[in-house]
């Protein structure tokens, strides 16, 4: 009864779908830990290693653009297959890279794979459920969206510990050839091919044309990018902010960094019930606000020098739980009308995600001041935005 209970909650095929989200995360996280053990076996400085993580991140928004209009036309399998294949070959890259250039160009490549299983879960699940549920079936993927940051670097930290760093690509390529098995053998195909269609660059570009042009869709999209902007900022500062500037050691931030995910975990999973109960509009209606005060509350803690851990906390913990709440949602009525073009339209929403998060967690890198500010003005202008989109949104359709 019990596992009935758990099935209809998270139906298998969802299930896989999470598990392709996750990748994403998880081959960020994993790694996080072994900087510096990277750094002194490549012979380079702790900062440069962070070259790889913007080249994942650019990897992730270039890769979607590309798998979005191949799934519309080939159906959603055949482009997995092609873009596992690739992530679990840049995996074991990575594993026998010699130089920080070689490991660089391998986690693009392993972003350009990775990336498939992104855009591909949010297409999957727009052919399979309606505006309603399809906000519940996003939460689950949230779900395993918060999972890797609460996992992941106490795994990481195991796996550098018995296999070092070059053990830990290693586990993500095992991890690939898993999913690609699993795709195989537990994923039904949703989105045929159609006999007479045609791909071309033209075709591509001019669908990607018709949906910035639909403000619905760019609306959605933009709440959703600019609150990634953030959380990405966030990921970014927040060592710096926790170990360096509040001299946490960095054994415990793990604890620190794992809270704020349960936040977000528990906003999407009470996100399931409330888009369910009331729907995804009005959520996003009444939760838009608290990203932006818990944001402004940090911004002015910050700048009065107000330096207290547990109220910054408070606001991150406020920021990541509204993530769960907003997200999901954003993403569910962003893919609604779509039908046809949903891998299209996946592969935009993911792409300017990914942009924008890449621009906030660049600018803190390149903002380097002994304090909370940087973070927080990005973390505002962020949340900001995604108010600003959402209230133009209205007016514009009132």
């Not at 490549?42 to 928004?61: C, D, F, R, W």
């Not at 953030?230 to 360096?244: C, K, L, R």
């Not at 838009?288 to 509350?297: H, K, R, T």
Request: aromatic residues 12%.
């Amino acid at each position: 009864m019990k596992l009935q209970k758990l099935a209809s909650f998270f139906p298998g095929w969802l299930f896989l779908l999470a598990m392709l989200t996750a990748l994403s995360p998880l081959s960020v996280d994993l790694y996080l830990p072994a900087f510096p053990a990277i750094a002194e076996s490549l012979n380079v400085n702790s900062a440069q290693i962070q070259v790889t993580l913007a080249a994942y991140l650019l990897g992730m928004a270039v890769g979607q653009l590309l798998y979005g209009p191949l799934s519309d036309h080939f159906g959603r399998k055949p482009p997995l297959y092609f873009g596992l294949a690739l992530y679990v070959l840049a995996s074991f890259a990575c594993v026998f890279a010699s130089d920080l250039t070689t490991l660089t160009i391998a986690r693009f490549v392993q972003a350009l794979g990775g990336s498939s299983g992104v855009v591909i879960s949010r297409a999957v699940i727009r052919d399979r459920t309606k505006p309603a549920q399809s906000a519940k079936a996003f939460s689950m993927l949230m779900l395993a969206l918060g999972l890797a940051p609460i996992l992941a670097p106490l795994l990481g930290g195991f796996l550098l510990y018995i296999m070092g760093w070059r053990g830990i690509f290693a586990v993500l390529g095992v991890t690939g050839i898993v999913l690609f098995i699993s795709t195989h053998y537990s994923m039904r195909e949703t989105h045929f091919r159609e006999p007479n269609a045609h791909l071309s660059l033209w075709s591509v570009l001019t669908r990607y044309l018709e949906l910035l042009r639909e403000w619905q869709f760019q609306k959605y999209v933009l709440v959703a990018g600019m609150l990634f902007g953030g959380m990405f900022a966030y990921v970014a500062g927040s060592p710096f902010i926790v170990i360096e500037l509040f001299e946490v050691p960095p054994e415990h931030f793990g604890w620190f960094f794992g809270i704020n995910a349960i936040g977000m975990i528990a906003g999407s999973q009470i996100n399931a019930n409330l888009a369910t109960r009331y729907g995804p509009e009005k959520v996003l209606k009444h939760v838009i606000w608290i990203p932006f005060v818990a944001s402004l509350l940090g911004f002015s803690s910050a700048v009065l020098q107000f330096d207290s851990l547990p109220l910054l906390m408070l606001c991150f913990f406020a920021f990541m739980t509204s993530m769960g709440l907003l997200s999901p949602n954003a993403m569910a009525l962003a893919m609604a009308s779509q039908g046809h073009r949903a891998g299209s339209a996946s592969a935009i929403m993911g792409a300017i995600q990914f942009l924008i998060g890449t621009l906030g967690a660049t600018v803190i890198s390149f903002w380097p001041l002994p304090s909370a500010v940087p973070l927080m003005t990005v973390m505002l202008i962020s949340t900001a935005g995604s108010l600003f989109f959402f209230l133009l949104g209205k007016k514009t359709r009132a």
